[in-house]
């Protein structure tokens, strides 16, 4: 069994990924709606919320944490990978060496939350695998309340998108990660911005292929297992169960409504 | 000494008001900048996290609470009026007698967080005061974003304002109630969308009204003390720093970070 955490409803997009190519795996997903965002909180408050959560599946017994909130991935990543006694995968290092591999002219744009591009987590973990990489980031702090809204495609989005996303075009890059799990909602959008040459990078498929390669490295086969799935959320599940069946396409089955401070 | 609550940085506005009428008045402000926003959460969740603002201002002597909060104003009032020993000041109830005075067509629109709309507490308040008022109202969850993005009068701004406050101005009402402390940041945009005929309510105006009222009835005099401005934040304060001076109009002092659950 793994956990997927994210800090709200946009892990969705890297659960639904893990779980139409593993359909029997067994998942728990804690979205953790009472704190949402946590893309413009600190880097202090942002691994205090991950360490609870955490905490909250590993009593619930997990083998194996994927941190898909790129917030929490990008600032308490290392710290969780040193206290757990699990493998912890995040959505950023997946999602640097996917871009890394994509780009041929050795140019990537990066769009996430503020927290996510002040920490410059992406910048680190592409120069990591190539430091001759040119990594432009821009923070976009209105696409995560657009795609909530269910703006996706609209002269404010599109607008939007305009505005964030001109100076990144301006580089020359030929590859952009989507460095927030929100950010797939609005793919089409972004795409129209960038144009066809620019390829979008969105983090939940080298995810679910790194879960796979872990769990087989435990002696897991990621293809077996009962298909047990598990929602947990902090606030109450309306609005989760509302924006979550959008993003998932069907609705959402055996959502429970959690404290994972005071348990 | 009189406590100002918020979910965040909007009720700056209210604070900004209240001081500049009374210079000497000490004043607490609570911005639970590490859970914002509370519009978009649970009535449970936002009651909860309320009593805990208001007991970590309470354990600091207060002697009145000023909820400048109007997601907490329009779920939570009526417990923490009724658990707590000092008198509680909402921005609701305020807001809603100064539109009810203020229109002449009877024709009331009123904008909020989804949370505050869906409560209903503002066509409640309106219609314990005049039954009779006609009054329509607009969840717009965009525009709390925007404001704290700093996109006050830009393109998406104004289309934001178009395409949530059309319906409203279809109404023909001549009076529009600014149910969010962070939309007055917002208020040339809204009016340029609304037109002259259109008067905006802001209930920074009568909650400082109210707040002297109170005070003088307990026996003190608002214009008296000795100026104590003393800031609380749940998360880091740069954000509120940056933010907050551009809502305040220059820089903030004696900024303090606190954990009000741990406590």
């Keep these: 069994m793994i956990g997927v955490f994210d ?3 946009g892990g969705l997009t890297v659960f639904r ?15 953790d ?9 600190s880097p202090d408050t942002v691994t205090r919320y991950s360490f609870e959560a955490a905490h909250f599946l590993g009593r619930r017994g997990i083998e194996l944490l994927v941190v898909a909130c790129n917030t929490a991935s990008a600032l ?3 710290a969780l990978a040193h206290a757990l006694p699990i493998p912890v995968i995040g959505v950023v290092v ?16 990066v769009v996430g939350t503020p927290a996510t591009i002040r920490s410059g987590a992406y910048a680190k973990a592409i120069h990591d695998i190539d430091a001759a990489i040119a990594v432009t980031s821009a923070a976009c702090p ?38 927030c799990t929100h950010y797939p909602i609005l793919k089409k959008t972004i ?9 979008l990078v969105d983090s939940a498929e080298p995810v679910a292929d790194e879960v796979a390669d872990r769990l087989r490295a435990l002696g897991r086969d990621p293809a077996r297992g009962s298909g047990t799935r598990h929602f947990f959320v902090t606030d109450s599940s309306e609005r989760f169960e509302e924006v979550g069946a959008r993003f998932l396409g069907h609705p959402i089955e055996r959502l ?8």
Tied chains: 1, 2.
């Design 142 to 179: 209105l696409l995560v309340p657009l795609a909530e809204e269910g703006w996706t495609e609209n002269s404010v989005a599109r607008e939007t998108a305009r505005i964030y996303l001109a100076p990144l075009a301006r580089q020359g890059i030929d590859t952009l990660v989507l460095g």
């Design 191 to 199: 795409a129209e911005e960038m144009g066809p040459a620019v390829t």
């Design 94 to 109: 997946a999602g640097a060496r996917r871009a890394a591999a994509v780009t041929t002219n050795r140019r990537i744009g």
């Design 256 to 263: 429970e409504l959690v404290d994972i401070v005071g348990e």
């Design 76 to 78: 308490a990543l290392d």
């Design 33 to 41: 709606t009472a704190r949402v965002p946590y893309g413009t909180k």
């Design 7 to 9: 800090s709200g409803i």
């Design 17 to 31: 990924e893990i779980a139409r190519r593993y359909p029997t795996l067994d998942v728990l997903y804690l979205g």
